[in-house]
């Protein structure tokens, strides 16, 4: 089915290169139902089998046709407002139905849990236009966006089976990041203020990367190559209400271990990016990215992903 959409975009490509994935993704991160990660897909392809392309021009492209995309997406619904939307949505394709179903996946999981999928197709095109309406700040809907668009670039730009592979390039992602732009990441994971709670509108972007990793888990799972192994306890019983929401809302029928092994391993990964940006590896690490790397491969195993 997925290979019938890569040929289906792949003659766009041939002709118009990098600009037909940067209009593709551009318009599937507004909302507008075209194939952008099939054309991503294609071009990461490309760069193996043509030497048309290249690595690194293609996720910039990437990445900031997801910026700007969703950014469109805010504005639409920070300046326009619900009203307008919805009685000019259809023109975009945001129909009443699908506007008012996302709006009800971050209410009955907003109160609950925060790592809920934004990778889900639906979600994804709607969370700028949400985050608008619900007028959360522009700086920290760029900051939640442009740290998930490029985890989930750098994810499409590997093969689907490679699983330990999209891993790696996820979780680099996050860290290149946030070195470039510490004072975003600060305000997206920075330190927590007592008693606060985060906006309902901020659930969607704040949960993009983690929805990234979690479909990489999922989809190993899905593909019968997730290996988890023996030596670690099971979790506490106490856990199984929180993996079941984490199981319906992303990690579909992935057992509750596996479930904690994730969460643990997601935290892990923040808590290195957070460690090296307060300084807490100086006179401790000299090579911080080889560092960086073996410790995701050390959790990525952990969860039972293939080496």
């Not at 700086?139 to 592979?165: M, Q, S």
């Not at 999209?166 to 290149?176: F, I, Q, Y």
């Not at 330190?191 to 479909?215: C, D, E, F, K």
Request: aromatic fraction near 12%; hydrophobic fraction near 50%.
């Amino acid at each position: 089915m997925f290979e019938h959409f890569i040929s289906d975009v792949r003659p766009y490509i041939d002709q118009y290169g990098y600009w037909a994935i940067f209009v593709g993704v551009l318009l599937d991160d507004f909302g507008i139902p075209v194939p952008g990660e099939a054309m991503l897909i294609a071009g990461a392809l490309m760069v193996g089998s043509t030497g048309t392309m290249s690595i690194v021009p293609l996720l910039v492209t990437a990445w900031a046709a997801a910026v700007i995309g969703d950014n469109f997406a805010y504005a639409l619904g920070r300046f326009a407002g619900r009203r307008l939307v919805l009685k000019y949505g259809h023109m975009l394709f945001v129909t009443p139905r699908r506007l008012r179903r996302v709006e009800n996946f971050y209410e009955r999981y907003g109160g609950h849990v925060v790592i809920i999928a934004r990778f889900l197709t639906l979600v994804r095109q709607l969370n700028g236009i949400v985050a608008g309406i619900g007028n959360m700040p522009w700086w920290t809907f760029l900051a939640y966006n442009a740290l998930g668009a490029a985890v989930e670039k750098a994810d499409g730009a590997c093969r689907r089976d490679g699983h330990a592979g999209r891993w790696l390039a996820a979780c680099r992602a996050v860290r290149t990041w946030a070195l470039a732009h510490p004072h975003e990441y600060a305000l997206v994971y920075g330190s927590p203020v007592p008693g606060y709670q985060a906006p309902q509108q901020t659930i969607g972007p704040a949960s993009r990367v983690a929805a990234v990793l979690g479909t990489i888990i999922r989809d190993a799972y899905g593909s019968g190559v997730l290996d988890p192994p023996a030596f670690c306890p099971p979790p506490p019983d106490s856990f199984a209400p929180d993996a079941g929401r984490l199981r319906e809302a992303l990690l579909t029928a992935v057992p509750d271990d596996v479930v904690a092994r994730a969460l643990a391993a997601w935290a892990s990964v923040f808590g290195m990016v957070s460690f090296e940006l307060s300084g807490q590896f100086e006179n401790v690490v000299t090579e911080r990215a080889a560092f960086y790397d073996h410790t995701v491969g050390c959790l990525g195993r952990l969860i039972g992903l293939p080496g």
